[in-house]
Nanobody, 115 residues
Framework: QVQLVESGGGLVQAGGSLRLSCAASGRIFSINTMGWYRQVPGNARELVAAITSGGSRNYADSVKGRFTISRDNAKNTVYLQMNSLKPEDTAVYYC?????????WGQGTQVTVSS
């Protein structure tokens, strides 16, 4: 099995920054995609950013230019640097790992941006 543990959420003022981390452990297939999703109550979970083990990235239009996703393959860890945060970025952020063995989710971390 694969376990994902997120950290780095919290409360920040609009315009501020936060960095999320997600560490994966367990039986991890080397070729995989790790990503961040977010969800607010009543809405579907949406993709924020994703990165393949080869380094290809994609972002939601709403975060392009403000968020940066990166990963450390040696540590099986993915990061999300969030700058210029807006109140509409408030959500629970979930880490996801997708590989040939399956799709795995973290427990989520709350990000709250005050205006």
């Amino acid at each position: 099995q694969v376990q994902l543990v997120e950290s780095g959420g919290g409360l920040v003022q609009a315009g501020g920054s936060l960095r999320l981390s997600c560490a994966a452990s367990g039986r991890i297939f080397s070729i995989n995609t790790m990503g961040w999703y977010r969800q607010v109550p009543g809405n579907a979970r949406e993709l924020v950013a994703a990165i393949t083990s080869g380094g290809s990235r994609n972002y939601a239009d709403s975060v392009k230019g403000r968020f940066t996703i990166s990963r450390d393959n040696a540590k099986n860890t993915v990061y999300l640097q969030m700058n210029s945060l807006k109140p509409e970025d408030t959500a629970v952020y979930y880490c996801r790992l997708q590989a040939a063995t399956g799709r795995y989710w973290g427990q989520g971390t709350q990000v709250t941006v005050s205006s």
